[in-house]
């Protein structure tokens, strides 16, 4: 299985090779059957290919590695699909356990139990790309309807809605620079309206399969989770909160044994442990190990290995991105070029700290492109919004942006070259970055694991 992965990465790393002039190790996301977007078609494919599309915009295809077009994974994909029937499908998103990280973490024998689920006849493991940008709203949002930034609206962090006119954040569902965390009332800026694509739960429910989501008890009814689960019943009564991963595998491997013989199923669960360690420590430390660890432990001894035998339960193990460390002697921080940001219309830029969305007024385009040339051009790449479509950083090459999303990635966006972040403080202090970051197109955020494995 080993030389499998690896011909697939190597085949993936060239199809989705951006231009020379984006810098070394750069990687655009798959959006036509090789991303997180298509692997959450996945279940909708297998267990109800009738569901109701709900939109007049279809989905992405599912996720399909016969794309890759080498003999020996399009074998091994077609051998492990005729297996057995699928009945049961579980998604589990590892936030930030990227492909590069988890290879790194099964060579220092981190994840024994992982590494085992790989080498068995049961798995099938190739890497995939996220989204872009590839952070958690945003590729959450794809993970749960199946569709690309492009379409969804859900386009970065900080975005600014033209509809309530301000930057805002949308994980925490407060303005950008409130002096607290209160969120927006429903009557100023809804959740339940605000993604206009439908959700996986709710297509998968109207076909009439059991569909639940298992995630952390603080999480239910906030903002993203109402955005990514509108109308379903997955969000609402199907919604088994854990206070652990370790009780939340628990609780989903009693969810599967229960109906594992009557209806078929679909359950999405999320841990969000690893990208706070990676946040905080950095990708790889010590004690970010020592986090992955007890995950894989409690991954085995709770689901792993009590569900061993019933192969038409599919466990899809992937993650929303991958992160890298921070240097913080590559911080540009934005504030610091008044003339730069005087020709933008909204108070601060959007996006990420690897991917800054620079809302231009009318008529400084030529202005903001000379000014980045002349002062950051060596560690920052200008990306027009038009060459970002053309090239597929948002959707499929050359698809048009939806009404949201084309407000909401601004004119220009503002890429590292190498391992650059970008920062604005409002207040003009500066602050000490997060020991890991994400957001960007660099291989260690973009490439993510896909596993398919048969209990």
């Not at 994974?73 to 988890?102: C, K, M």
């Not at 001894?301 to 339960?313: F, I, T």
Request: aromatic content about 10%; glycine content about 6%.
């Amino acid at each position: 299985m080993a030389s499998i992965f690896v011909t697939a990465e190597q085949a993936l790393i060239a199809r989705q090779k951006l231009p020379e002039y984006f810098g070394a190790n750069k990687v655009r996301p798959s959006y036509d059957g090789l991303g997180l977007a298509n692997i959450a078609a996945l279940p909708i494919h297998w267990l109800c290919p009738e569901a109701p599309t709900s939109s007049e915009q279809p989905a992405l295809p599912p996720f399909n590695p016969n794309l890759l077009r080498i003999d020996t994974i399009t074998q091994a994909w077609e051998n492990w699909l005729s297996r057995a029937p699928i009945n049961h499908v579980v998604l589990l998103i590892l936030d930030a356990f990227g492909y590069d990280q988890l290879l790194s973490l099964i060579t220092n024998n981190v994840v024994p139990g992982l590494a085992n689920a790989i080498k068995s006849d049961k798995a099938f493991f190739i890497p995939a790309t996220t989204v872009f940008p590839s952070t958690t709203v945003t590729a959450l949002t794809s993970s749960t309807t199946a569709y690309a930034t492009a379409q969804h609206g859900v386009t970065s962090t900080t975005a600014y809605l033209r509809e309530i006119g301000a930057l805002v954040s949308l994980l925490r569902w407060c303005p950008h620079t409130a002096p607290t965390s209160a969120s927006y009332p429903d009557e100023q800026l809804n959740p339940d309206t605000f993604v206009t694509v439908p959700n996986i739960y709710l297509r998968m429910e109207k076909a009439g399969i059991n569909v639940g989501i298992v995630n952390y008890y603080r999480f239910k009814n906030t903002s993203i989770s109402r955005y990514t689960t509108v109308g379903s019943e997955a969000g609402k009564d199907k919604y088994t909160p854990y206070l652990t991963y370790a009780d939340g595998f628990a609780q989903l491997r009693d969810r599967i044994l229960t109906s594992y013989n009557t209806d078929k199923s679909f359950t999405y669960i999320y841990v969000p442990n690893i990208d706070s360690a990676a946040h905080r420590y950095a990708p790889l430390n010590p004690y970010y190990q020592a986090e992955v660890a007890t995950i894989d432990f409690a991954l085995k001894r709770e689901l792993l290995d009590p569900l061993s035998g019933r192969g038409n339960a599919v466990l899809l193990i992937t993650a929303d991105h991958g992160q890298c460390p921070t240097d913080l002697e590559k911080v540009l921080w934005l504030h610091e070029h008044p003339d730069l940001t005087k020709l933008l219309w909204t108070p601060a830029v959007t996006g990420e700290a690897r991917a800054r969305f620079l809302h231009v007024k009318k008529g400084a385009e030529e202005s903001v492109k000379a000014y980045v040339k002349s002062h950051f051009d060596q560690n920052f790449l200008l990306v027009s919004k038009a060459e970002a479509i053309a090239l597929g950083l948002f959707g499929l090459p050359n698809q048009p942006l939806s009404q949201e999303s084309d407000d909401r990635v601004g004119d220009f966006i503002l890429v590292p070259r190498q391992d650059w972040i970008c920062y604005q403080s409002l207040s003009g202090e500066r602050w000490t970055p997060n020991a890991g970051g994400h957001g960007g197109l660099s291989r260690a955020e973009m490439l993510i694991p896909f596993l398919a494995y048969r209990f």
